[in-house]
């Protein structure tokens, strides 16, 4: 990844130390997505996303021809152009992720598509920058309104939302189909008498990316708390947060 800078123009002949400098300052900056690799610490910020961070698909899982459907295009816009390859993000997951299918785009706008939805009940992170920057999303199915099990109240959310006017497509298109309607009550209902929802217990906020300090290397993981007796520390991985800080091997 490659963060692009602009300069302005140069003035008169004390300009040759600012060339020198500019030179200099022109050769690309490497930061990676690998943990625990020697490198600058992450300068990207994201300004929006789609979807944004922290979105809920609540959708169900089978598009209409019964394919397993969910988010598979991510959109970044960042604060400063970049250039990147596919190296440079990494998908997480808390349930066997999805793969970067591919990465493209130019300037601050870039979109990254993965090979398959992420799995039901699962929350995913494309992260960047070895954790600098990261957009953080759950599969949710069913739990149209959002309290972390899918039952009868969102149902009746689903019908409120039609009823009123108020309905989204992307919160409330459950069927997948294109509309918002009295269809999408009907499978959600059929999913629920058919012992499709399988979320119950699950939170949609707590989960988040961290990076984890472990014999005196820094990796990624997405949840609650560090695994395997891992300690917390400052994203991103790269630099390396994690040597002298005890943990050094
Ligand atoms: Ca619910
Ligand atoms: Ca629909």
Redesign the pocket.
């Known amino acids: 990844m490659r963060v692009r800078r602009t300069y302005g123009r140069l003035y008169g002949a004390a300009s040759v130390a600012l060339l020198v400098w500019c030179i200099w300052d022109v050769m690309p900056t490497r930061v990676t997505g690998l943990s625990s690799q020697p490198s600058t610490s992450c300068p990207l910020t994201i300004v929006s996303s789609d979807p944004p961070d922290g979105f809920a698909d609540v959708l169900h899982v089978l598009d209409t021809a019964g394919q397993p459907a969910g988010v598979t295009l991510i959109h970044v816009e960042f604060a400063e152009p970049v250039d990147m390859t596919p190296t440079d993000v990494t998908v997480l997951s808390t349930k066997p992720p999805p793969q970067v299918a591919a990465v493209w785009g130019a300037g601050v706008d870039w979109y990254v598509s993965l090979d398959a939805p992420p799995q039901p009940g699962s929350s995913t992170a494309v992260v960047f920058c070895g954790g600098g920057v990261s957009v953080l999303f759950h599969s949710r199915p069913g739990d149209i309104n959002l309290d972390g099990t899918a039952d009868e109240r969102d149902a009746g959310a689903l019908e409120a939302a039609i009823s009123s006017g108020q309905s989204e497509p992307a919160l409330h298109?459950?069927?997948?189909?294109?509309?918002?309607?009295a269809?999408?009550v009907d499978t959600w209902r059929a999913v629920l008498e058919a012992g499709g929802f399988d979320l119950n217990g699950y939170d949609v906020t707590p989960n988040r990316v961290l990076c984890c300090c472990s014999g005196g290397y820094c990796s990624m993981h997405i949840g609650t708390a560090c695994a395997d007796g891992g300690t917390e520390a400052a994203c991103p991985c790269t630099p390396n947060p994690c040597s002298g800080n005890g943990n050094s091997s």
């Open positions: 298109d459950f069927n997948r189909d294109g509309a918002v309607n269809g999408d």
